[in-house]
């Protein structure tokens, strides 16, 4: 009777390793969809707000070279009154006038390659997000336990995770049934309570009592 109890309490320590194996794999399925999910949602917004961007853009791009247009003719005015000068003082005046102007000219072309810039990388960016939204997809087929997405890919990553979430509650009854039913064997087999072990700590607790050599006392008397 103790033996097939034994060996009853491995069997349910097979079945607990194949069911956290079950409730890994599940998890790993779920992180994947919310990934999916956080992604797709973010691609989503940046469409949403597109149209507002460009024109903020391009309004920064008008600004930054209507400055430099204005910039360069302070400095071609400045050039203008140095070669104008007539006498010592006024040349060194308007020589620090000219060089005034001119860094006000390149902090002003800094300013709109730096507009220039933020419009194209928002022009790169719609044009990519199409082809990162495929990919998305084919990440969701991929993932098994669920349905293929038929279209949005923010409503599939809700479906799935329910999904997932629900499949995963059964995983873990299932764990705490066989949890349940090992210690209930570990404490017939060891005469000693188990409860609050695990599958495999149980497991060790029994075959360390029923192995040790005759007249030894067992380390779980």
Same mark, same amino acid.
């Not at 491995?10 to 194949?18: G, I, K, P, T, V």
């Not at 009154?81 to 005046?93: I, L």
């Not at 809700?158 to 066989?178: K, M, N, P, T």
């Given at each position: 009777?103790?033996?097939?109890?034994?060996?009853?309490?491995?069997?349910?320590?097979?079945?607990?390793?194949?069911?956290?194996?079950?409730?890994?794999?599940?998890?790993?399925?779920?992180?994947?969809?919310?990934?999916?999910?956080?992604?797709?949602?973010?691609?989503?917004?940046?469409?949403?707000?597109?149209?507002?961007?460009?024109?903020?853009?391009?309004?920064?791009?008008?600004?930054?070279?209507?400055?430099? &247009?204005?910039?360069?003719? =302070? !400095?071609?005015? *400045?050039?203008?009154?140095?070669? /104008?000068?007539?006498?010592? +003082?006024? @040349? %060194?005046?308007?020589?620090?006038?000219?060089?005034?102007?001119?860094?006000?000219?390149?902090?002003?072309?800094?300013?709109?390659?730096?507009?220039?810039?933020?419009?194209?990388?928002?022009?790169?960016?719609?044009?990519?997000?199409?082809?990162?939204?495929?990919?998305?997809?084919?990440?969701?087929?991929?993932?098994?336990?669920?349905?293929?997405?038929?279209?949005?890919?923010?409503?599939?990553? &809700?479906?799935?995770?329910? =999904? !997932?979430?629900? *499949?995963?509650?059964?995983?873990? /009854?299932?764990?705490?049934? +066989?949890? @349940? %039913?090992?210690?209930?064997?570990?404490?017939?087999?060891?005469?000693?309570?188990?409860?609050?072990?695990?599958?495999?700590?149980?497991?060790?607790?029994?075959?360390?009592?029923?192995?040790?050599?005759?007249?030894?006392?067992?380390?779980?008397?």
């Amino acid at each position: 009777m103790d033996d097939r109890a034994l060996d009853e309490l491995r069997a349910l320590a097979l079945e607990d390793r194949a069911l956290e194996d079950r409730a890994h794999e599940l998890r790993r399925f779920d992180a994947e969809v919310r990934a999916i999910r956080e992604r797709a949602e973010a691609i989503a917004a940046f469409f949403a707000g597109l149209r507002e961007e460009e024109v903020r853009r391009a309004e920064e791009v008008r600004a930054a070279d209507a400055e430099l &247009s204005v910039r360069r003719t =302070e !400095l071609e005015r *400045a050039e203008s009154e140095a070669a /104008a000068a007539h006498d010592e +003082v006024a @040349r %060194e005046h308007a020589a620090k006038a000219v060089v005034r102007a001119r860094d006000h000219v390149e902090v002003a072309t800094a300013r709109v390659a730096r507009a220039g810039a933020a419009r194209d990388e928002l022009e790169v960016q719609a044009a990519s997000f199409p082809a990162e939204l495929v990919a998305l997809d084919g990440r969701a087929r991929a993932v098994a336990e669920v349905a293929a997405p038929a279209g949005d890919l923010v409503e599939w990553a &809700s479906r799935a995770h329910a =999904e !997932l979430f629900v *499949a995963l509650g059964q995983v873990d /009854a299932l764990r705490e049934r +066989v949890i @349940r %039913e090992a210690n209930e064997l570990a404490t017939m087999l060891t005469a000693e309570p188990t409860y609050g072990s695990t599958v495999a700590q149980a497991l060790q607790r029994a075959e360390r009592y029923w192995t040790s050599a005759p007249g030894q006392v067992s380390e779980s008397r």
